[in-house]
């Protein structure tokens, strides 16, 4: 096999690699990180690197003969003309000669921030699997008429009250050897006390379950010991279906025009699960031949899309009128039979779906932040990839679903990024002199030009502040457009003539470029807050509602967000500050409970069932609403709340109060 | 590949075969067939062939070479002096060069005769799995709430009055597509009202089930239609676990001494088990990929090793004291699970056993005789590689084991053989003369010299027969020893210099020799009775009971033995002769029941926990009754029953009334 020798900058490094390789295993195995947010399938775009040597042959120059495989029209699409010539994605092009690549800051892999950190919960220990210790008799020729399998029953219900518990097949084959193992003494592990799904010999106390939220874009678990409800690891990645497509519709359609596209996808899912197990059982034990093994619970949230998928069910029901699901109650599915790698004899629970596109993180959600328990009336936007609202109290809850797309996650923005160092998260604008100050992810200090942040890009919760921000100082309008004539170098036309805002400049940042916010940004975000606004005041028509008692942001970086920037910006009608509460992964906080407590499988199937879900795609009056909601806090719609919030900060803008 | 002439006589069958393939392989692939009891193992010694050329090349007699690969110790280990040069066992000798063949009458292959054909059973019609008509309204928007899922278990509440049905997994991703391909109508298949196990489109009335026994010796599968009760159709075959060894104790020993022996032995069952379904579901539909896909339940009985090692639980404990099972509860099993061919969904009913050595067979003849039911003191004999015995009415019922040996089944039998066509299976003896006349199974005739009846050797309820009329005609004594200087050209001796009676000259048989019962097997076969009648005789003991109201023989070859001959033999304690009944295969007709009716299983259940299990090897009087059992019909006890028909039929033969 044909070598070829590869060099790459900024590091460095060297080596020879095999006629055919792709740049990006090329950098894989001489161990620069290149980012690569889609799984190599060329859609996401971030792994553009600049060739310097070897992209033309100098005999070939004319002919232009190439050291690379040539560019295809998957690539074309990413590639923008600011981004200088000699620009290929490393995940499509093959190296057949000698190269030497730059790889730019923008596409250098930073470790994603985990944006889902588990939050201490309270509640109630009442998991599902229980250990119970048991301590048989030797046997005697009198108990020739007595299986080992009777005896631990009999154990099980004497001193412990267990009756008509059953055996799972596989625990059954291993129980002679096991209980000879530990000398009569083995624990056992019963599920909702009614099925043995475990024996391990001698006394066993330590106990373990998985809470996991598959989102669209991320996918999260939490490792949780059953005996002290804590969270003992975490560990995320990057939903491996993104290949498939970006949103769920786009993998529903995967799904339909691809004869084997579901079970593609299907098995990316079940994989990248236990990718997670292995990962995130680490902290508890050694590596062995089955390392999921310890976990002897699983509760699973995700939107309806995503759990058809997982569960092997077709999605294209969902994705077409009437949009009916397989199944909504709650699923018991053995982890054996989904090829799940933890305890096989262990149950998977799928916590129930509300309606078509209202999924189970949503009930996660809800049997989370339990507005069925309360009398005000409280607003529960869960941003995601898609945003999923919920309405009520204890008298009625409504729900819906808002298609924001990915702008709060910082996808489709020009410098959108994920979570991870370099990231602007936090900005204020001075209305006076429109000079920004930023932090970055991984720095405590704002930025100033002493101290350089190297900042690369903005993450979602950045955007949403630096637009706020942006309008508060007047650089934007309320309909989102650039104000004119502003006498500030921040404030300037892009390559196409259209405005955009200099957040940081070149050379505060680690990719020599000025980042900035343009038009095209702004609308993003207008759009997907406009949908969120919208489909709430859809609900508090239905409701008859005119004001909200409280708003619950929930989501990836819903405990980042700033709350005050959500209000300013109107994703969601006016409502005292001090009552706007970001609380983070609330879906995973859901699927944790109904881990940790049983009581909250039954609860979030009953509520699951009395939650009301109102379709407002095909609602006549979603159009008008959604208009108006576009505007920055809203066309029509007063906030007084938000008027004395800006009042107090001294800020000179007027807002309808 | 170098290839070789084979010849085979005296078919005249001739072909090519590749080098280094057995004479076996060469036969089946020339349509011969040649007898492979153990399934080409080198254990049964029934494919011997004679080599009629090619032995040896003319050029090297002195050295030896020969066409055919060198004889080994398995084969010379069968190979007797009396059968003449040249013998070699077709499953062992590889071809190396030409060869002509020639296979002897003995050793042709001819179909068993399904010993285990199931007879009509009145019982009430209750099966586990029950299908039910679903025709659901197609859905619309209104329906976006309501899954697939809840809205067949909606119908089935409404309309069948089931309620809280779950559904199996891997019925529950087909859910969706089936419906629509039904357009809404559909069947679903539902197991003992809790589960949903099958959903097929469209409305579908037939349903099926298998039951299935298995022996240590011999397996059969009863396919049975759940809507009529009636067997459709059969199959039987070895117990593909014979090769491992002949009976259940040298079975525990190759799981003890092999690593992989219990896992070979498990696969060998469960791949001999899908050849059964394979073959019995012909009957119902055409091959497919998944012929079995039609059986949606099975009950299966055998006893406790072959349990222990078909559900892959280490038989190693019931094979050293204290004997204990792994289980002893009847228990339902995923066919998935356990990897049996039939619907995946489907459960394996396993009725429970008794006790360490009385397994799920002896259940299924309790529950098919119902002693627990009677007032009569009735005594059912299941006889196969083992004897299992159960004593008593509605009162108390005694069960135990006894080591009994394969005499009965015509192994360790000179001339003994499978119930196939030229078994003779029916023996009448002279007193005067000693002249015997016989029936062959396949002719309706009694042999004579002018209707040669082709006789090729004894099956079990031959040997009965023949031992009972040998004592009958004075031929042996009741200690089993042969008369001496009988005037008979029937009774001389063997080349060892004991005596044997010739049962059939050998002009009167397909083998060119004379068929004889040896004092050997005289022998053995009152090994045997004797074990049943002594473990009868504790077990009536144990109840205080002086006299026996009934016997029922069960067993592969029940129906076809003569209860005369079993009474005059002394199989069990003297008992009317009209009270004496052959029933059978009642193991199999347990498992049948079980099958069609679900309250069986219940009574299985209920019954095997209250039948007391006796262990008679460790009784301080087994050894002694053994001895006097022994006996013809016994040594002390008085048979007026016996004697009266003896009388009747005109005998001189003293016996004790």
Redesign the interface.
């Known amino acids: 096999m044909k070598k070829h020798k590869v060099i790459f900058q900024p590091s460095g490094s060297r080596g020879e690699v095999e006629d055919g390789k792709t740049l990006l295993e090329a950098a894989q195995s001489l161990g620069v990180d290149i980012e690569g947010l889609c799984g190599n399938k060329k859609v996401c775009g971030k792994c553009k690197v600049r060739i310097e040597e070897g992209y033309f042959e100098k005999d070939n120059l004319e002919s232009g003969m190439s050291h690379l495989s040539p560019i295809i029209e998957d690539e074309i699409k990413h590639i923008k003309p600011e981004d200088g010539p000699g620009i290929r994605l490393a995940c499509t092009a093959e190296v057949h000669g000698d190269v030497k690549i730059f790889v730019p800051e923008r596409s250098r892999a930073g470790k994603q921030v985990v944006r889902k950190a588990a939050k201490e919960l309270s509640i109630a220990l009442d998991p599902a699997v229980r250990k119970y210790n048991i301590d048989l008799a030797a046997?005697?020729?009198?108990?020739?008429?007595?299986?080992?399998?009777?005896r631990v029953l009999k154990f099980l219900e004497e001193d412990y009250g267990l009756k008509g518990l059953t055996?799972d097949?596989?625990v059954?084959?291993s129980?002679?050897?096991v209980l000879?193992q530990g000398n009569w003494k083995a624990t056992v592990t019963v599920w909702m006390d009614k099925e043995i799904i475990k024996v391990e010999p001698g006394f066993e106390e330590r106990c373990y379950g998985l809470a996991v939220d598959i989102g669209t874009t991320t996918c999260v678990g939490y490792l949780s010991d059953l005996i002290t409800g804590k969270v003992v690891n975490t560990e995320s990645m990057m939903n491996p279906q993104v290949p498939y497509g970006e949103d769920v519709m786009s993998r529903i359609t995967y799904a339909m025009t691809n004869d084997d596209g579901l079970d593609k996808m299907h098995r990316a899912i079940i994989d990248g699960l236990n990718e997670i197990i292995v990962k995130v059982v680490s902290e508890i034990r050694e590596d062995g031949p089955d390392p999921g093994f310890a976990i002897d619970d699983l509760t699973i949230v995700f939107n309806t899309a995503m759990h058809h998928i997982f569960?092997?069910?077709?999605p294209i029901?969902i994705g077409r009128?009437?949009?009916?699901?397989?199944?909504?109650?709650s699923?018991d599915?053995?982890a054996r039979?989904?090829g799940l790698k933890i305890n096989p004899s262990a149950y998977i629970h799928v916590l129930p779906?509300?309606?078509?596109f209202v999924g189970a993180d949503n009930v996660g959600v809800l049997i989370a932040e339990e507005q069925y328990k309360q009398d005000e009336m409280v607003l529960v936007i869960d941003i995601g990839t898609n945003g999923e609202l919920l309405l009520g109290n204890r008298d009625k809850i409504c729900s819906t679903s808002c298609a924001t797309g990915p702008a709060f996650e910082g996808a489709q923005i020009k410098f959108g990024m994920r979570a991870a160092p370099g990231a602007i998260e936090v900005v204020q604008i001075d209305p006076e002199t429109k000079e920004p100050k930023y932090k970055v992810i991984g720095k405590t200090d704002w930025h100033s030009h002493l101290k350089k942040v190297d900042a690369k890009g903005l993450c979602g919760s950045g955007i949403i502040e630096v637009v706020a921000e942006m309008f508060k100082a007047g650089i934007i309008d309320k309909s989102g457009r650039f104000a004119k004539d502003l006498d500030t170098p921040r404030v300037r036309k892009d390559v196409d003539g259209k405005p955009e805002y200099v957040l940081a400049w070149a050379e505060e940042t680690s990719i020599g470029t000025d980042i900035t916010i343009t038009q095209g940004d702004v609308r993003a975000l207008q759009l997907a807050k406009g949908a969120l606004y919208a489909g709430a005041k859809l609900m508090m028509n239905k409701l008859g509602v005119s004001k909200l008692d409280r708003v619950v942001l929930a989501g990836a970086f819903g405990s980042h967000i700033s709350t005050e920037a959500s209000l300013t910006l109107g994703m969601f009608p006016d409502c005292p500050i001090d009552m706007v509460y970001a609380v983070g992964n609330a879906a995973g906080d859901g699927a944790r409970m109904a881990l940790l407590n049983k009581g909250k499988r039954v609860e979030a199937n009953d509520k699951a069932r009395w939650v009301e879900?109102i379709?407002i795609a095909t609602d006549p009056t979603f159009e008008k609403e959604f208009m108006q909601a576009m505007h920055i806090p809203h066309m029509k719609d007063k906030f007084p709340n938000l008027k004395e919030l800006l009042q107090k900060s001294g800020s000179k803008l007027e807002i309808k109060g």
């Open positions: 046997p005697t020729l009198h108990d020739m008429t007595t299986g080992d399998y009777e055996f097949f596989v059954l084959k129980l002679q050897d000879r569960l092997g069910f077709n029901y009128s009437p949009f009916i699901p397989a199944v909504q109650n699923l599915i053995k039979d989904i779906i509300e309606a078509g879900f379709e």
